[in-house]
């Protein structure tokens, strides 16, 4: 059983067959997917997924290679999105210093910030994108102690995660645990408690082995839980279990 807990079925990479891929998930032991805007449409089609299938929610943020479009009009517009009840979350949000066409890390900064105060006002759980960043995602997400969420695709050290944990995050695990190459990531999975650990896809990327370099979907975090379950010395049953009820409890879902 999985709940896909970071997917983006919106991206064109789904153009031509996503809702045979959708409607093929349940089939494969997915029971659950967090949808999350990047840009602004994707956010509104994050909710246009989560409003026409039961299983699926949304998140909606504007990412920080858009950074530059934020102002007060974008957050009014996802304050409007997040009164559908299946919006869950704002995100995906956050700071990404890897690329030099990027905006600028001030402008970051600021609709980073600014969306952190739309979650606190909302009362809402935050996706955290951070690549490249950690230093000033930190520093930012101390300055919303009120606020707690996911920080995504992690790619932090262990220090990095203990001070995240700190705060009330969860981490999340895409494929990349799967990799050959993958310690530092292998070494945070160890440190993370069981009541903080969730998995995603990051779909249409981050396929994880066998499937690296193919379009990722929801029923391939089977392999994640598998490694997981390796590096935790738990059964696979409980990495299940307990990565399902985790982000149930932080979009507080059935409650």
Not at 114 to 134: G, N, S
Not at 138 to 157: A, M, N
Not at 199 to 228: A, F, L
């Amino acid at each position: 059983m999985i709940f896909d807990s970071h997917a983006h079925y919106d991206d064109e990479a789904f153009n031509e067959d996503r809702e045979n891929v959708i409607l093929g998930l349940k089939d494969k032991g997915v029971i659950g997917v967090l949808n999350c805007g990047a840009s602004l449409e994707g956010a509104r089609m994050s909710v246009e997924l989560s409003s026409k299938y039961d299983f699926i929610y949304s998140a909606v943020g504007i990412h920080p290679e858009h950074a530059d479009i934020v102002n007060d009009e974008i957050i009014d517009e996802l304050r409007n999105l997040a009164q559908n009840p299946k919006v869950r979350a704002i995100g995906e949000i956050g700071l990404d210093y890897h690329y030099e066409e990027n905006p600028p890390r001030d402008i970051q900064k600021a609709a980073f910030k600014l969306q952190m105060e739309l979650a606190r006002e909302l009362k809402l759980p935050v996706v955290i994108h951070d690549r490249d960043a950690h230093s000033d995602t930190l520093d930012i997400l101390k300055q919303f102690p009120e606020v707690i969420g996911t920080i995504h695709c992690f790619s932090g050290s262990v220090e990095f995660a203990q001070e995240c944990l700190k705060l009330g995050y969860y981490i999340g695990f895409t494929g990349v645990i799967t990799f050959k190459n993958a310690k530092k990531i292998g070494e945070v999975a160890k440190v993370v408690p069981m009541d903080r650990i969730l998995v995603e896809t990051d779909c249409p990327y981050m396929s994880p082995e066998p499937n690296r370099g193919k379009r990722n979907e929801s029923p391939y975090i089977k392999y994640i839980i598998e490694k997981i379950s390796e590096i935790k010395e738990k059964t696979i049953q409980e990495i299940e279990y307990i990565t399902i009820c985790n982000i149930e409890n932080l979009l507080k879902i059935n409650k």
